[in-house]
């Protein structure tokens, strides 16, 4: 798929339409208190996520892109369960990854096939129910992170990026990216070389995913001392 191309930017158009629906239907659903449409875009998520992991797996397997490894994977699994669930450690890792992982690769994406393929579609539905869960799940619902989920989201996110990393050593991979950059082009360009980016990008998802727990907590912290 070329970046920007038209593909690309109907998708992008997609993306925006749904950002306000998204938080729209939450605020919605969070005044009737029924959890059935958030379950029931817990299993589109589902159908969604499963039939194209299982067509790369069946058709077209290659170790170093067709694991469940990337953390696009486990975006849309927290995602799916926070859903369903409505944890509150699940929606945090779908509000952190959606927001600041997830993006990255909606606005730079690292697809080699184009519309109408079905990898195509597969990509795309992926990406984008994982950001409009997050904001459904926390612009919506409300269920905004505190510095408990803050923590849990990092140190799942590092014992994932440790455990990607020795795979790659191990495998010759580079899932995550955490041996070497996207050919495409991507955000970690600006970073430096490796491994300097990597310790950069911890830093910065450190950092930013920090200033996007503060506002909530001292919203609630308002809340609780007017009350």
Same mark, same amino acid.
């Given at each position: 798929?070329? !970046?920007?191309?038209?593909? *690309? ?7 925006? $339409?749904? $950002?306000?629906?998204? $938080? +729209?239907?939450?605020? *919605? ?11 029931? +875009?817990? /299993?589109?998520? +589902?159908?969604?996520? @499963?039939?194209f992991l299982v067509l790369d797996l069946a058709t077209r397997f290659e170790v170093g892109v067709s694991l469940p490894l990337h953390l696009s994977d486990l975006a849309w699994m927290a995602a799916a369960l926070a859903l369903w669930t409505r944890w509150r450690w699940a929606v945090a890792l779908t509000y952190f990854w959606g927001l600041v992982l997830t993006t990255q690769a909606i606005v730079t994406p690292s697809l080699?096939? &184009?519309?109408? &393929? ?10 984008? /129910? ?7 799940? $926390?612009?919506? /619902? ?19 990026? @440790? ?15 955490? @041996?070497?950059? !996207?050919?495409?082009?991507?955000? /970690? &360009?600006?970073?430096? !070389? ?34």
């Amino acid at each position: 798929m070329e !970046p920007y191309g038209v593909a *690309h930017l109907a998708m992008l158009g997609l993306f925006v $339409v749904g $950002v306000p629906a998204a $938080v +729209l239907l939450g605020r *919605h659903d969070r005044g009737t208190g029924a959890r059935r449409v958030s379950r029931a +875009l817990a /299993l589109l998520v +589902l159908a969604a996520a @499963v039939p194209f992991l299982v067509l790369d797996l069946a058709t077209r397997f290659e170790v170093g892109v067709s694991l469940p490894l990337h953390l696009s994977d486990l975006a849309w699994m927290a995602a799916a369960l926070a859903l369903w669930t409505r944890w509150r450690w699940a929606v945090a890792l779908t509000y952190f990854w959606g927001l600041v992982l997830t993006t990255q690769a909606i606005v730079t994406p690292s697809l080699g096939e &184009d519309f109408p &393929d079905p990898r195509f579609f597969g990509f795309w539905a992926l990406h984008l /129910l994982v950001v409009w869960a997050a904001l459904y799940l $926390v612009w919506g /619902l409300g269920l905004a992170p505190r510095w408990r989920e803050y923590r849990i989201a990092l140190g799942v996110t590092l014992g994932w990026a @440790v455990t990607a990393f020795g795979f790659n050593l191990v495998a010759q991979t580079n899932y995550g990216y955490l @041996v070497r950059k !996207p050919a495409s082009g991507s955000a /970690l &360009d600006l970073l430096g !070389p490796w491994p300097v980016y990597v310790a950069a990008e911890v830093a910065i998802v450190a950092l930013v995913w920090a200033l996007m727990t503060w506002p909530w907590v001292r919203r609630e912290e308002a809340a609780t001392g007017s009350g």
